[in-house]
């Protein structure tokens, strides 16, 4: 079974739930089990938010700009890729700095999640002038007993 869609959403924190939705009722529909698409969905959910709150200024005519949203279930994986219009990640950097944060603060756990959450992580730039930063990650599949869309 392989199936994809891609969203295109604007930088807005309604959005994060609106795509984490989505993506939970794809994995449900699709069987997948229900630990796997929670641990998906809080990854997913951290990088939308990432990409809302770094993800560039406002667009022309004070729009506050957009951000993409890919998800590829092929076979035994499923690929999640968001990505935004900001500056992106530091030139130079391979992966950004990933460190807990403190216990106290409120905010910086985002990319620690995803790295824990998912079983392959990684953080790019977007080529070009337009540039912007890239994270996806993968995670191995684990299906329902009665998954409709396994083909075995």
């Known amino acids: 079974m392989s199936m994809w869609w891609s969203l295109h959403l604007r930088r807005e924190a309604a959005s994060v739930p609106l795509a984490r939705r989505l993506l939970i009722g794809t994995m449900e529909t ?4 229900p ?3 929670f641990d998906l969905s809080v990854a997913l959910s951290e990088a939308c938010a990432n990409a809302v709150e ?3 200024g406002a667009a022309p005519g004070g ?5 993409r949203v890919t998800a590829y279930l092929d076979g035994e994986k499923c690929r999640i890729e968001v990505a935004d219009s900001g500056p992106g990640f530091p030139a130079g950097r391979t992966r950004p700095t990933a460190r807990p944060a403190p216990g106290d603060a409120e905010r910086g756990r ?3 999640l995803i790295q824990e959450l998912a079983d392959d992580v990684q953080f790019g730039n977007k080529p070009g002038r337009d540039g912007g930063a890239v994270v996806s990650f993968d995670k191995i599949l684990k299906w329902r007993e009665d998954a409709p869309l396994v083909t075995v």
């Open 30 to 33: 699709a069987g997948v089990d």
């Open 35 to 37: 630990d796997v698409s």
């Open 54 to 56: 770094h993800g560039g």
């Open 63 to 67: 729009s506050s700009g957009a951000y």
């Open 110 to 112: 985002g990319l620690c």
